[in-house]
């Protein structure tokens, strides 16, 4: 069982980038979804995350700049961010709702220049 993010990098601020985050030995419509996010120095933290019936929620300091998503036919989920920002930098992971410890991958770093 497998969470693989990736689609990070280097952007300026106010750009946008896309996340991915493919799956493999689990199916990711019979689970609630979640993007995590861990800046240098600080908690991971749960930013965004998608549940059954699709409704989404998000973290308010993300709220109308990001939008999570998901293909189920591909197994993947999606974060869509715009207008990126400094303080949005960090380590970004998918995982369950609940998280579960066995998921937590690498992550992929993004990081917003001013």
């Known amino acids: 069982v497998q969470l693989q993010a990736s689609g990070g990098g280097l952007v300026q601020a106010w750009g946008c980038l896309r996340l991915?985050?493919?799956?493999?030995?689990?199916?990711?419509?019979?689970?609630?979804m979640a993007w995590y996010r861990q800046a240098p120095g600080k908690h991971r933290d749960y930013i965004a995350g998608?549940?059954?019936?699709?409704?989404?929620s998000y973290l308010d300091s993300v709220k109308g700049r990001f939008t999570i998503s998901r293909d189920n036919a591909a197994n993947t989920l999606y974060l869509q961010m715009y207008n990126l920002k400094p303080e949005d930098t960090g380590v970004y992971y998918c995982?369950?709702?609940?998280?579960?410890?066995?998921?937590w991958g690498q992550g992929t770093l993004v990081t917003v220049s001013s």
């Open positions: 995982n369950t709702i609940p998280f579960r410890r066995d998921l």
């Open positions: 991915s985050c493919a799956a493999s030995g689990i199916i990711l419509s019979d689970n609630s």
């Open positions: 998608i549940i059954t019936g699709e409704r989404t």
